[in-house]
């Protein structure tokens, strides 16, 4: 159904990216620091996240999404976005109690913060080189022209969550004293903290994991119906009959 109906596809990429946007993230954590200056915030966190999305979209769009999977680029972009999220998050705990002022504008590093918190996310690069890009498959199938509003009302749900997250925090910011403030500065510098080192470790784990899985697998052989085959990681038993058909079976390595 949803590949075939442009409407039911289109609600259905909303479902999906309010479903990520709402999930707390490094993006969400700067918002709601960058919301104490500026009840415009979250648009221009939402504009740095855009101008770092927009172009990876075009890339899939392309076909090149595949290099967003490399286990290297995974461990690459966790190392140097992770540490960038610690220093945000040791810079947020710093700077707890000089809020910037409004009429000093805020507009410029709240874009920046955007940019940052959105490329220093190893995990953003990996649900667009899965999830993300399987629905910019399904947008093309209806024509360049849909990628481009899959792109924009993607963005959109980005845009509203990010603005509306700093325009409440401008707004209450009244009713919470600077204890508050101190804890909630703090908390979203240990989320980018958090993030940060989580970022470094695990695409380090996973890559250990992936090479150790491999490692066994390509020296196995293939037992196929009691019969020893060839060796690799990737086998699929299937031996050739004469007029030509294919005789899949299960495949175990040994």
Request: charged letters at 15%.
């Amino acid at each position: 159904m949803v590949e075939g109906s442009l409407p039911i596809f289109l609600l259905f990429v909303v479902f999906i990216s309010l479903s990520g946007v709402v999930m707390p993230g490094p993006v969400f954590a700067a918002t709601v620091a960058r919301g104490y200056s500026s009840k415009h915030a979250g648009a221009w966190i939402a504009l740095g996240h855009g101008a770092v999305e927009f172009p990876l979209i075009a890339l899939i769009y392309i076909g090149v999404r595949t290099i967003f999977e490399k286990p290297l680029f995974m461990v690459i972009m966790g190392i140097v976005g992770g540490s960038m999220l610690v220093f945000m998050g040791y810079k947020m705990i710093r700077m707890r109690m000089a809020i910037e002022d409004e009429r000093k504008g805020s507009s410029g590093s709240s874009l920046l913060a955007g940019v940052a918190t959105t490329a220093a996310n190893p995990y953003f690069f990996l649900w667009w080189a899965t999830i993300g890009a399987a629905l910019v498959v399904r947008a093309a199938r209806f024509g360049a022209m849909i990628v481009a509003v899959f792109a924009v009302l993607h963005w959109v749900c980005d845009l509203g969550w990010d603005y509306l997250v700093a325009f409440v925090v401008y707004k209450m910011k009244r009713f919470w004293g600077g204890k508050f403030r101190k804890i909630v500065f703090v908390g979203c510098g240990l989320m980018l903290i958090g993030f940060g080192i989580w970022f470094i470790v695990s695409p380090l784990m996973a890559r250990g994991r992936a090479t150790s899985s491999k490692s066994e697998d390509t020296f196995g052989h293939v037992a196929c119906d009691g019969r020893v085959f060839f060796q690799t990681p990737y086998a699929v038993c299937a031996p050739f009959f004469p007029e030509g058909d294919v005789d899949p079976h299960p495949v175990t390595f040994v």
